[in-house]
């Protein structure tokens, strides 16, 4: 009997060593997870940080950036409104220049218009002799003609007053040992236009149907401006001369006539009576 209480008292120990084993051997499973969440729980605190350390960084680095940024937009702002100050400047530089230039070349016009004007000047103080007179050349036509006349540089200038065709004008001029008008170049008409009247005056220069073209009385040359006389290509046109314009019309229409004779011909000059 004592040795089956031995013996059972050997099995209950055994079993309650197991039991103790198995008591042992979960305390220390649960030991080790109470530690090792004791243990996780530090490494985020040290994770915090640098975290917040990093953030700061980046608040920093952002401020900077903003700053730039503002930096950035007031001289870009400042450049351009100094750009346009320099645009303003250039164009007004670049418009007194051409206001400038302008007035030089107004103020070169003038100097040469002055110039042409004292020329005129000159040439009709030198104009002598204007009066009216009877042409003494009714011995060829049968009858006076009533006008006047004036010299100025190499030529003297007679009006005819009475209203003719161009060819009749023609012949009187011939009649009185004249010619018909010959304007020789620009500044000539330019005075002439400035002692006529309102009339409109034939003058020597005519229509040629054989040839297709416009000729003077004596076939010769002129320097006259051909733009400055308004002339159709018509046949039987004569040109005319008034204050305004050197212009063409029908040759049978009845003008007064202008003559010409050279000043190297006075010997020859028709007696004049006032």
């Avoid at 009858?143 to 004036?150: A, E, L, V, Y």
């Avoid at 019309?249 to 010409?260: A, D, F, G, L, S």
């Amino acid at each position: 009997m004592s040795d089956e209480e031995i013996t059972y008292a050997t099995v209950r120990f055994h079993k309650s060593s197991s039991g103790l084993q198995n008591e042992g051997k979960s305390n220390a499973t649960q030991g080790p997870r109470k530690a090792g969440h004791k243990e996780c729980s530090v490494p985020w605190h040290l994770i915090a940080i640098p975290l917040g350390i990093l953030c700061s960084i980046l608040l920093v680095a952002l401020a900077v950036l903003v700053t730039h940024i503002f930096q950035y937009k007031q001289e870009k702002h400042e450049l351009q409104k100094t750009l346009n100050n320099i645009d303003q400047e250039y164009r007004t530089m670049k418009n007194d220049y051409l206001r400038k230039e302008m007035l030089r070349n107004k103020s070169r016009e003038c100097d040469a218009l002055k110039d042409h004007l004292k020329s005129l000047e000159r040439k009709q103080k030198g104009c002598y002799g204007e009066a009216k007179l009877v042409l003494d050349c009714e011995q060829r036509s049968g009858k006076p003609f009533k006008g006047h006349w004036f010299c100025c540089g190499i030529k003297c200038y007679y009006f005819i007053m009475d209203g003719k065709q161009w060819k009749g004008c023609n012949q009187t001029c011939q009649h009185c040992r004249l010619s018909l008008l010959k304007i020789d170049d620009d500044d000539e008409l330019k005075f002439l236009q400035l002692q006529i009247n309102q009339n409109n005056y034939w003058i020597g220069l005519s229509y040629n149907d054989k040839g297709k073209k416009w000729q003077w009385i004596d076939n010769g040359p002129s320097n006259l401006d051909s733009k400055r006389a308004n002339l159709s290509y018509e046949t039987g046109r004569c040109a005319f001369l008034s204050r305004t314009r050197l212009d063409n019309t029908k040759c049978e229409i009845r003008y007064p006539c202008i003559c010409e004779m050279r000043m190297d011909k006075l010997p020859n000059l028709p007696s004049s009576k006032k």
